[in-house]
């Protein structure tokens, strides 16, 4: 019944998954496409896909960033928690490359993601920094590179162009 209960013991079994090497790969949808679920804990009474259409609402574009805030915090948390446990030569995050994102409901368009790389230190990747790319870079391109870091080396994935060089060390 306590969403945020659930999303931290769901996260919490992610990184148990990846500590004891169970899984190399996992998949977790924080809130599915056309949700209606309401966050009355962080005053958002609205469902979730109406505020997501906000249309540039003044109102509904302050509710839809108070939902992705929250779920970002929910998000540092498992990245926290993977980044203080010890894993070889250094934590479990610097050994797991981890994608968080969220796709653009306003236009329902593959472009421009906003997206959150983390971990992946030991295997190669660099961050600190922010990246905003054209439409002219595929999401795709994106996967390439993780999955080249994690030993699945791919000529390409669906519309690829190239591995993003810019966020390797």
Do not use: W
Request: overall charge negative; glycine content about 8%; aromatic content about 8%.
């Amino acid at each position: 019944d306590d969403y945020e209960e659930h999303v931290t013991l769901l996260h919490d079994l992610l990184a148990l998954a990846f500590q004891a090497d169970v899984t190399r790969v996992s998949c977790m949808q924080m809130s599915r496409e056309l949700s209606g679920r309401s966050y009355p804990l962080i005053g958002v009474p609205e469902g979730h896909h109406t505020v997501s259409h906000h249309q540039m609402d003044a109102h509904n574009t302050e509710q839809y960033t108070k939902i992705n805030t929250y779920h970002m915090s929910l998000f540092a948390r498992v990245i926290e928690k993977m980044d203080t446990t010890p894993d070889g030569d250094g934590t479990l995050l610097d050994h797991t490359v981890v994608l968080y994102g969220s796709s653009n409901s306003r236009t329902h368009q593959n472009r421009n993601y906003p997206l959150v790389l983390a971990g992946g230190s030991k295997l190669g990747l660099k961050h600190g920094h922010y990246r905003r790319y054209g439409n002219d870079v595929p999401l795709s391109n994106l996967f390439v590179t993780m999955l080249d870091r994690i030993g699945v080396p791919l000529e390409g994935f669906s519309d690829s162009t190239a591995e993003m060089s810019d966020l390797l060390a």
